[in-house]
């Protein structure tokens, strides 16, 4: 326990927290040419180098999807390719933010899907804004209205049309 002069000299000093995601933290400064690190970004685009498989750790058996990418800082980070299929090929332009994939050692990143040159996954029902997918055509949700709902009435009733209110002659 340090005494109150030790305190008054030196002070207290903050702990570091350590980033998940460093890669997001640094920027590239063209004019100065060299990184800088600001506040950093939620998402940051970056050119797919290589598009490759691998398997995860002990428990688990697969084939996960992985990209490295080098970012527009000019950092090459490993990128997971999330959803089932996809076309990313090398010099493909991705977005990729941040999220560790715990059974990938070094994967701290997640590919957007959806955005850039990484399509949607197809025919997806449910989760699909994860997985950037647009709604079926034939796919319609029933809500019950709030009219409806509020008399008490089934959700069979509630779907239908309300009838409409008599005109008023003027």
Known sequence: MPTVNQLVRRGRKRATKKTKTPALLLSYNALKNRM?????SPQKRGVCVQVKTTT?????????????????????????IPGEGHELQEHSVVLIRGGRVKDLPGVRYHIVRGALDASGVANRRQGRSKYGSKRAKGATIEVPTATASAEGL???????KAPEAPEAAA
């Not at 995860?56 to 996960?64: D, E, H, I, T, V």
């Open 154 to 160: 089934p959700p069979e009733v509630a779907t239908e």
């Open 56 to 80: 995860p750790r002990k428990p688990n058996s697969a084939l996960r999807k992985i990209a490295r990418v080098r970012l527009t800082n000019g950092i090459e980070v490993t990128a997971y």
């Open 36 to 40: 800088v690190q600001g506040r950093g």
